[in-house]
């Protein structure tokens, strides 16, 4: 009986440890599903690249895991990249609209007026979207422009990292001998910190 008993233990344990191999192995060799990524591009026939390689605007565009990069590029307009994550199979809905800088872009943009619409639509949503992700980022554009005394603070584009659309730089200048320490005195005095502000001092006479 003991025999029986301890063999119908090896048997059951044997079937247990093949049945989370053949599970792992399922899971570890499936890997995670495919993304669908979907895109909206404006011109309608610019050219796409996922990760570098060329891809049809239209259909049905297949991205594993992880991050990817996308491109849309034509002839007379600026070109515009993208980063994008796909995880765990879910869609991904992308809008590519490009902007016209030359003449035959211009062209391109009178003949085609519902698209050149849509991708201005889109500009103006990307604006705010980017001005209020400034404003709470940057408490102190609220306070901007600011004449006080022996000084002027005001803001603009990121000095230190000037391709970041979402990094300012804050310009001070000064008229007095003391204009700089009245500024970080009326920073500190708001409760902000200038070691995380971009500040830029200018002297004007």
Do not use: C
Request: hydrophobic share 35%.
């Amino acid at each position: 009986m003991l025999e029986e008993n301890r063999r119908t233990f090896l048997i059951g344990v044997t079937a247990v440890v093949i049945a989370l191999v053949v599970i792992g192995g399922y899971l570890l060799f499936r890997g995670d599903p495919e993304s669908k990524l979907s895109v909206d591009a404006v011109p309608n026939d610019l050219t796409l690249s996922v990760d570098g390689h060329q891809v049809a605007t239209t259909g049905e565009i297949k991205l594993k895991a992880g991050e990817h990069t996308l491109t849309g590029e034509r002839q007379g307009f600026q070109t515009y990249s993208q980063t994008v994550t796909a995880r765990g199979g879910d869609p991904i809905d992308v809008k590519i609209y490009l902007y016209a800088n030359s003449a035959e872009g211009r062209e391109w943009a009178e003949k085609h007026p519902a698209e050149t619409a849509k991708a201005e639509e889109e500009a103006g949503r990307r604006f705010d979207e980017i001005n209020e992700r400034l404003r709470e980022k940057y408490p102190i554009i609220a306070s901007l422009p600011y004449l006080g005394p022996g000084f002027e603070a005001n803001y603009g584009a990121s000095k230190s990292d000037p391709k970041n659309p979402e990094a300012i730089s804050i310009v001070i200048s000064t008229y007095t001998p003391d204009g700089k320490t009245k500024a970080l005195q009326w920073i500190q005095g708001n409760g902000w910190d200038p070691a995380t502000l971009d500040i830029i001092y200018t002297t004007t006479s």
